[in-house]
């Protein structure tokens, strides 16, 4: 018997975006680390700091986005139920125990999430994550291959035929 799935990769243009968008503020770190005195406005030991702290925040986005580049985050819904593969792998998400899908949105970002129904919440272990109550239990990978919305709408097919 055939095993029915289908997995939607992060896509490698919209990391490649993210990493050079990094690049730049990198370089303009840099550039605030090496001329404190470029700003008449604040202090040289303040525009320094700002300078460190936006290389090393940026610079650290930039690495995990060229991990990102080699290794993309994947959603893989099989008959089961869902699973995320990130930096860490979360455990399979049953559709059963699946309350809703919905799309959140924070200033112009769009993510699809999902809330676990209160009887199965104690089966999935809570991993360190900035929690908002808006967020739910969860959240798809950001910047699949396809669209919040078309990643909403597959979630709640899969959800629909493989949901008793």
Request: aromatic share 12%.
């Amino acid at each position: 018997m055939e095993t029915e799935e289908l997995v939607l990769r992060q896509s490698r243009g919209k990391t490649a975006l993210v990493i050079l968008g990094s690049a730049i503020f990198v370089c303009a770190g840099g550039w605030m680390i090496t001329s404190p005195g470029g700003s008449s406005r604040y202090s040289p030991e303040f525009t320094t700091l700002i300078g460190w702290l936006g290389v090393v925040f940026f610079g650290g986005v930039a690495l995990l986005s060229l991990y990102r580049i080699a290794e993309p985050a994947k959603l893989v819904l099989s008959a089961k139920g869902f699973q995320i593969f990130g930096v860490l792998r979360h455990p399979l998400v049953d559709w059963r125990d699946v309350e809703r899908f919905f799309v959140a949105e924070v200033r112009k970002s769009r993510f699809v999430c999902y809330d676990l129904k209160p009887e199965s919440k104690s089966r999935y272990p809570r991993r360190m994550e900035l929690q908002l109550g808006q967020w739910g239990d969860g959240q798809a990978p950001a910047y699949l291959e396809i669209g919040v919305d078309d990643v909403f709408r597959v979630l709640e097919e899969w959800r629909a035929r493989h949901a008793p």
